[in-house]
């Protein structure tokens, strides 16, 4: 008998050196590269040739870069994920990702096996950001004006669900999640569910933002 099929990926960098040190990197993970680009024209065209399940994408390219190549991948009649990895943590590059489309934002001095957990995470349709990140996000959309108030839906939570709640808002995978709380992936993500319906917010980015707004999780404190 045969396991599913790995998680298939394309690497779009514009240096060969850093391009196959990422490709190591996700095969000696388990995951199967089907195609390299080195800006984000070529990595829509083994996106479509190759079909992948994500695309790893760096910011700064030439040509085209990742901004713009995330969104044209994510036009496409079967998109996949796309994981922006890159050195640059500044605000300007998260925002406009994630306006493209992008499912995760990752700096380049992650550990190898953080990358490798991405790619599973943002293959399932997660969302993941780097905890920096996802610090300074939340410092930016709390600068935005104030939502109209309404319903707390947090009242709502159990203890669990709410613990749940503040380490998504620390950036942390259900893996990551799963580990620190010593429960399964799968009760995890049982949770996550909930939480979110409970919140009444589409993803865990809007998840952490809440977390912020209620107070639950404070600046500078997550990560």
Avoid at 26 to 33: C, D, F, N, S
Avoid at 47 to 59: E, F, I, K, N, W
Avoid at 181 to 200: D, I, P, Q, S
Wanted: hydrophobic share 45%; glycine share 8%.
């Amino acid at each position: 008998m045969t396991g599913p099929a790995p998680l298939r990926a394309v690497v779009a960098d514009d240096h060969a050196l850093v391009r196959s040190g990422v490709v190591g990197v996700l095969e000696g993970g388990g995951l199967e590269v089907v195609g390299e680009a080195s800006d984000g024209h070529e990595a829509v065209e083994q996106a479509l040739q190759h079909r992948p399940d994500v695309v790893v994408m760096d910011v700064r390219m030439p040509r085209m870069d990742g901004i713009e190549g995330t969104r044209r991948l994510r036009r496409l009649a079967e998109p996949p994920q796309v994981l922006v990895l890159t050195t640059f943590d500044l605000d300007e590059y998260v925002f406009r990702a994630l306006e493209a489309g992008a499912a995760g934002f990752l700096l380049k001095d992650a550990a190898p096996d953080r990358l490798v957990d991405a790619v599973r995470v943002v293959a399932t349709g997660e969302a993941l950001l780097a905890p920096v990140v996802t610090r300074r996000l939340i410092e930016r959309y709390l600068q935005a004006p104030a939502p109209v108030a309404g319903p707390d839906p947090a009242a709502d939570l159990s203890p669990r669900e709410r613990e749940v709640w503040q380490l998504v808002a620390q950036g942390l995978s259900n893996t990551e999640i799963a580990a620190a709380l010593v429960v399964t992936e799968a009760t995890v993500k049982a949770h996550v569910t909930r939480l979110l319906a409970k919140l009444g917010v589409r993803d865990r980015v809007q998840a952490v933002v809440r977390a912020y707004e209620s107070g639950l999780v404070r600046p500078g404190k997550a990560g």
